[in-house]
């Protein structure tokens, strides 16, 4: 009996897990990448940046707060049409990473953001007064000043896309959130529950014990 429980929920978490780890991956990257062009453009259009612009930083600054406000099932379903017309379904894993991409960005985006206004002015003013360019100002002193930061941030922002996924999974994405409502909640299953917990616990002190490490790395 213990084996066939053994079996039965390794073919179950193990088929999840490569689910979520891939609702995961794909979206932290392309989000991370949105989000990094967003902040940016944020930074340097400030009152205080680089080239000020108060209609572009507005505008921006408020499409990231509207998106930021709507509860992530919320935007899930409301972007179902969005998704069918992107990836041609709405059901599944590869469609969740369509919304999960979308309630990402804005969130590192501002992290990101705030990461980079961290940075100290009189650095920025000092590599002015070198004769450096608006780009070089950007990537090698206000980037390379934040990198710590930023990789903190960006670890934070990981964990809450985990969360995200198993959110997915309760309105059709596959992952260790279908497993946990469909094999736990709905029939009742204990140990399936358990087991899930247990290994989204696992993922979570993995992805913050190796953001920990870079953080300490780059500090």
């Not at 922002?157 to 995200?164: D, H, P, Q, T």
């Not at 959110?167 to 409502?181: C, F, N, P």
């Amino acid at each position: 009996m213990k084996t066939s429980l053994y079996t039965y929920l390794t073919e179950i978490l193990g088929e999840a897990l490569v689910q979520t780890l891939y609702m995961i991956i794909v979206p932290t990257i392309v989000a991370t990448f949105l989000g990094f062009i967003m902040a940016i453009i944020l930074v340097v259009t400030k009152p205080k940046g680089l080239k000020p612009n108060k209609t572009v930083y507005s505008i921006l600054g408020f499409i990231v707060n509207t998106v930021r406000s709507f509860p992530f099932i919320i935007l899930l379903v409301a972007l179902r049409p969005f998704t069918r017309l992107i990836v041609g379904t709405s059901i599944g894993e590869t469609a969740a990473i369509v919304p999960i991409t979308i309630a990402a960005a804005p969130f590192i985006a501002r992290i990101i953001e705030n990461a980079l206004n961290e940075v100290d002015e009189g650095l920025i003013e000092a590599a002015k007064s070198f004769g450096a360019t608006k780009l070089q100002i950007i990537f090698k002193v206000i980037i390379k000043e934040a990198m710590p930061s930023l990789v903190s941030g960006i670890t934070l922002s990981v964990i809450s896309i985990l969360g995200c996924t198993a959110m997915a999974g309760a309105v059709g994405a596959g992952g260790l959130g279908k497993v946990a409502i469909t094999y736990g909640y709905q029939r009742f299953d204990d140990s399936v529950m358990i087991y899930v917990v247990v290994t989204l616990i696992v993922i979570v002190q993995i992805i913050q014990s190796a953001g920990d490490y870079s953080y300490k790395k780059l500090k």
